[in-house]
Each structure stands twice: as C-alpha cells, then as structure tokens.
C-alpha cells in the first residue's frame, strides 16, 4: 500500500515537496522501482520520473522536468519522495506514487494529492 | 518519447456489447503495453500487461491483443462497473500514456 502526503497548494516559483510512505514493501526491494506520474486535464497521464535500488540507488527523470526534479528514498521511513523546483500553474495536478515491478507492471498507486499551483 | 494515440476517444455502448478500445504507437513497442481503467477521483487501476497478459483479479471479459505499434482492449461483454475511462501505456522506452478513451453508457 501507497500513502502520500504534502500540501495541496504551492505558491510558483516555490517547491513542491511530497512523500510516499510504503507498506507491505520496502523502498530497498531490487525488483521494483518507485515511480511518479501526474495527471492533468492539460496534459494527460504523465510520468515524472522513478528511483530503485540494485546494488545501488538509480534515479531517472521526465526530460520536461529533468531540471527542476529530484525523487530520492528514505530507507528509515520506508519511503521516498518528489521536490519539484520552481513550479507554474502548469505544474497543477493530480500527482500519484506508483509501484513498478520487475515485470514492468505498474501495479500499485497512491490515492493521488491534487496540488494547486496558485498565489 | 514515443506517442501513443487511441480511439476512440469517446464510446457510447450498451450493456451487454462487445467494445473494442485501439492504441497505436509512434514507433515499436514490442509488447511492452498495458491497459488501465479510470474512475473518477480514483487512481488507475491496471488491467492488462505485456500487452494481453490479464492482472489477477481482473475480469476474464477483458482483453488484450497485438505487439509492435497496435494494440487492442477489448470488453466482451459490458457490465455497468466498465463505464469509466481507459488509458494504454507503453513502458518499452521509459513510459507515456494515451490521452485516453472515455466509454459512456448509450
């Protein structure tokens, strides 16, 4: 199970910071990645980036967000996380964790924050 | 980043129909595509992979087909839950997701 938190509103150019806190899993577990994906009206279904550990800690990003992003686990709380710098309006969204496992399978996903970028 | 485009991009149909969702790709996928049903206000929930593989749990009246750039859902037989909106997935290069195809109750 995924359980996100963070605030719903951003005010631009501030950061946007979620967690996802994992049970029944561990963050370390080298056959799955941990994913972000937003959705919005504008733009769809649209993944962000993921880390996953092998024998070391591997992150990819989104090239439309490569330069305001970082995901990053916390293996003391079991969980990871999203900073998104410097965010618009554009950045509005439903922001989702999900879990990718070996197989690709994207099978387990947060209950979504919807957060509002707006002054 | 390759492009998936499915259409319909709305259904009307029946309970009881055969509906038939296409999803099309910029370039070659393989067979690493999968399907996802979205209600509102929840997340999507997956419900085939490696293109017709069906998720445990999933109806047997859901269905998948074809490899390389198209690709079909099918629904054999709708139930009243089917009414929601359905997105394909490609995770052969990173993932992108279709824009989505909306099936509405005739």
């Known amino acids: 199970q995924l359980q996100q938190s963070g605030p719903g509103v951003v005010r631009p150019s501030q950061t946007l910071s979620l967690t996802c806190a994992i049970s029944?899993?561990?963050?370390?577990?080298?056959?799955?990645?941990w994913n972000w994906i937003r959705q919005s009206p504008s733009r769809g279904l649209e993944w962000l980036g993921r880390t996953y550990y092998r024998s070391s800690w591997t992150t990819d990003y989104a090239v439309s967000v490569k330069t305001r992003i970082t995901i990053y686990p916390d293996t003391s709380k079991n969980q990871f996380a999203l900073h998104l710098n410097f965010v618009t309006p554009e950045d509005t969204a439903v922001y989702y964790c999900?879990?990718?496992?070996?197989?690709?399978?994207?099978?387990?996903w947060g209950q979504g924050t919807l957060v509002t970028v707006s002054s | 980043d390759i492009q998936l485009t499915q259409s319909p991009s709305t259904l009307s149909a029946s309970v009881g129909d055969r509906v038939t969702i296409t999803c099309r790709a910029s370039q070659s996928v393989s067979s690493w595509l999968a399907w996802y049903q979205q209600k509102p206000g929840k997340a999507p929930k997956l419900l085939i992979y490696?293109?017709?593989s069906l998720e445990t749990g999933v109806p047997s009246r859901f269905s998948g087909s074809g490899s390389g750039t198209e690709f079909t859902l099918t629904i054999s037989s709708l139930q009243p839950d089917d009414f929601a909106t359905y997105y394909c997935q490609q995770y052969g290069d990173y993932t992108t997701f279709g824009q989505g195809t909306k099936l509405e109750i005739k």
């Open positions: 490696k293109a017709s």
């Open positions: 999900v879990r990718e496992e070996v197989t690709k399978r994207f099978d387990y």
């Open positions: 029944g899993d561990s963050v370390s577990n080298n056959e799955v990645a």
